[in-house]
């Protein structure tokens, strides 16, 4: 997955950071309301793990932006104000879900895993396309009898692939996916094209066909032939 916490306590926010990147996520953080401002008007998370009150500005109003613009990341407000009216105004104005603080980060994880989910999969646990098929609580990939045994990054990129299957993605696209902003400091897409590469061959080694199409000039795309 790739998730941004905007979360103004250094000792949360370092917690979920580690905790979400120790499983093979992509995790940025940012502490105040107008680097979130400039992180949701650039990029596209999976999740936003939000919390409503920010030193410089107010969370709902981060909501709201992402709303008028109609961007289509999930979004699970945090708050330390256990109160009806917080967690009603949020849901109203678009938030997927809301977590009252103090919480466990097995229970954080699991609303963003459900959130994920039912924004991308029609809230099933387990993913098929043809001959693959995915059980995304054990992160397990099956082709046909086979288990593949995928890289965090190949796992990652062939969710993505499904996920988006029959549209052309660019290779921006991706790597940002993959990397977050991280991919700025990158010069070339070679490092992506290995990970291509590599899922490619696991597949089609297991029995699989080869659904990665390029799109020349454009980026790729997962389907049919």
């Given at each position: ?129 043809n001959e693959i098929k995915i059980d995304l609580t ?24 499904i996920a988006n299957k029959a549209k052309v993605i ?56």
């Amino acid at each position: 997955m790739k998730i941004l916490v905007i979360e103004d306590e250094p000792g949360l926010r370092d917690g979920i950071q580690q905790y979400f990147a120790g499983g093979g996520n992509v995790c940025e953080v940012v502490a105040d309301y107008a680097s979130a401002l400039q992180k949701i008007n650039i990029y596209r998370y999976d999740c936003i793990v939000l919390d409503i009150t920010l030193p410089d500005g107010s969370g709902l109003d981060i909501l709201e932006n992402l709303k008028i613009n109609n961007y289509p990341d999930g979004v699970l407000i945090v708050s330390a104000k256990n109160s009806l009216d917080d967690r009603l105004n949020g849901l109203d104005m678009g938030a997927d879900d809301y977590l009252v603080k103090p919480f466990h980060l097995s229970e954080l994880k699991a609303r963003v895993m459900s959130i994920v989910r039912r924004k991308s999969f029609d809230g099933s646990r387990t993913v098929a396309f043809n001959e693959i098929k995915i059980d995304l609580t054990s992160q397990q990939v099956i082709v046909h009898d086979s288990t593949l045994k995928l890289t965090k990054k190949e796992y990652a990129l062939l969710l993505y692939f499904i996920a988006n299957k029959a549209k052309v993605i660019s290779k921006n696209a991706i790597a940002e996916h993959l990397w977050g902003d991280a991919v700025d400091l990158c010069d070339n897409f070679d490092f992506l094209y290995s990970h291509i590469k590599n899922l490619r061959k696991k597949i089609m080694d297991a029995g699989g066909k080869d659904y990665i199409q390029s799109a020349y000039g454009m980026g790729y795309k997962f389907t049919e032939l």
